[in-house]
T-cell receptor, first 114, second 113 residues
Framework: EPEVTQTPSHQVTQMGQEVILRCVPISNHLYFYWYRQILGQKVEFLVSFYNNEISEKSEIFDDQFSVERPDGSNFTLKIRSTKLEDSAMYFC????????????FGPGTRLTVT | AQKVTQAQTEISVVEKEDVTLDCVYETRDTTYYLFWYKQPPSGELVFLIRRNSFDEQNEISGRYSWNFQKSTSSFNFTITASQVVDSAVYFCASNSGNTPLVFGKGTRLSVIA
């Protein structure tokens, strides 16, 4: 069964450094999402992406964040200058089209900012 | 905007007991979708079920069952004869189709042998 993959599974970085989290959505999916889960808290929406542009973003998704689909398969989340409070699990998700509402989640990347 | 409330923060049961996890949702949309996800200690989000707002039929899948009641805006999840492997955090979520999912805060279920 096709699945969403994410790399790396765990990333440790120092405050102020840039990080790029990578996701490979299911190949025929058209809508892509990033969510964040701070340890012990609920899963929160960051951004959605469709047709090579951001379709919606939350208040969390400020100027430090950006997303890109550089090559038609990868979907990346970049944090320009990480802060301690960016430490969280980051989940990528995708759906095929507007008739298919189940969001397929990747296994997540645990980001630790020290 | 949607809102999902899971009032139970933590539940602890003894193996083989039945347990119900509560979920109350708020939405102004006439078409919406409700979900349950399981998050085991390994951290991934495991999809369990999706219901749409037009289908109030209850659903059973093995030891899992779901009770959707629009009159009370609830979508509760029952595990029958719980097992230690059911120990996890369970999230209820909602959206209006391809819109972002709105999650509840989750209920941590501990099943004790």
């Amino acid at each position: 069964e096709p699945e969403v993959t994410q790399t790396p599974s765990h990333q440790v970085t120092q405050m102020g450094q840039e990080v790029i989290l990578r996701c490979v959505p299911i190949s025929n999916h058209l809508y892509f999402y990033w969510y964040r889960q701070i340890l012990g808290q609920k899963v929160e929406f960051l951004v959605s992406f469709y047709n090579n542009e951001i379709s919606e973003k939350s208040e969390i998704f400020d100027d430090q964040f950006s997303v890109e689909r550089p090559d038609g398969s990868n979907f990346t989340l970049k944090i320009r200058s990480t802060k301690l409070e960016d430490s969280a699990m980051y989940f990528c998700a995708s759906i095929r089209d507007t008739s298919s509402y189940e969001q397929y989640f990747g296994p997540g990347t645990r980001l630790t900012v020290t | 905007a949607q809102k999902v409330t899971q009032a139970q923060t933590e539940i602890s049961v003894v193996e083989k007991e039945d347990v119900t996890l509560d979920c109350v949702y708020e939405t102004r949309d006439t078409t919406y979708y409700l979900f349950w996800y399981k998050q085991p200690p390994s951290g991934e989000l495991v999809f369990l079920i999706r219901r749409n707002s037009f289908d109030e039929q209850n659903e059973i899948s093995g030891r899992y069952s779901w009770n959707f009641q629009k009159s009370t805006s609830s979508f509760n999840f029952t595990i029958t004869a719980s097992q230690v492997v059911d120990s996890a955090v369970y999230f209820c979520a909602s959206n209006s189709g391809n819109t972002p999912l709105v999650f509840g805060k989750g209920t941590r279920l501990s099943v004790i042998a």
